[in-house]
């Protein structure tokens, strides 16, 4: 019996290479990555260029969605001032999880997930809120599992170690990168 299909969001390689091995033993996974909250292009480039290293090291397909930076920041531009996992943080899941259940709905996956409830820094509650309403428009199930669980996080570090991937000190957003410059400032 063939496994179900599984697209699995990635935001960046670290916590994608742990997530495929969490789930590739229940499901034919394939990686997708859709992030255009990530700024500056060279910081999207560099995580792109990541993630398609583990794609090929865990030898699964990875899917590419278009870059959208303007686009993101009209939609998020209103929250600019809000800390990190606030509302700001809310709409770039729904972003994210909407591009990765359409993207879903429309090849044929059985269901879809994000690697973004490994993060500490993300709300797994919202996130899985957020994967059911867009399961339910699309008609395409959502994984709902927190990554992070059983020292997932501290996993996910020692196998980008082990594997010499790029682990970058901010989310990925225009925003949240001021923020990490700001806590490097106060430490030096």
């Known amino acids: ?14 916590d994608a290479l742990y997530v495929i091995g969490v789930v590739r033993d229940d499901y034919e996974v394939t990686g997708f990555f859709s992030n255009s909250n990530i700024q500056p292009r060279e910081e999207y ?8 290293r583990v794609a090929v090291a865990a030898g699964v397909p990875l899917i590419e969605d278009d870059y959208d930076p303007d686009g993101w920041l009209r939609l998020t531009r209103k929250f600019k001032d809000e800390p990190e996992k606030g509302r700001r ?28 409830t490994l993060s500490p820094h ?6 899985f809120r957020i994967g059911r309403q867009f399961a339910a428009r699309f008609g395409v199930a959502f994984l709902e599992a927190d990554f992070k669980k059983r020292d997932g996080f501290k996993k996910s570090v020692e196998l980008s170690r082990a594997h010499g991937l790029y682990r970058q000190d901010y989310c990925g957003c225009a ?6 410059a700001a806590r490097r400032k106060a430490r030096s």
């Open 175 to 180: 925003y949240s990168r001021e923020a990490a």
């Open 89 to 116: 943080c809310d709409v770039c899941y729904a972003v994210r999880l909407a591009r990765t259940a359409e993207r879903a709905a429309r090849d044929g996956f059985d269901a879809f997930t994000t690697v973004m």
């Open 45 to 52: 480039d560099l995580r792109l260029a990541e993630a398609r």
């Open 1 to 14: 019996m063939p496994k179900p299909r599984l697209l699995v969001h990635a935001c960046c390689a670290p």
């Open 122 to 127: 993300k709300k797994a509650r919202v996130l």
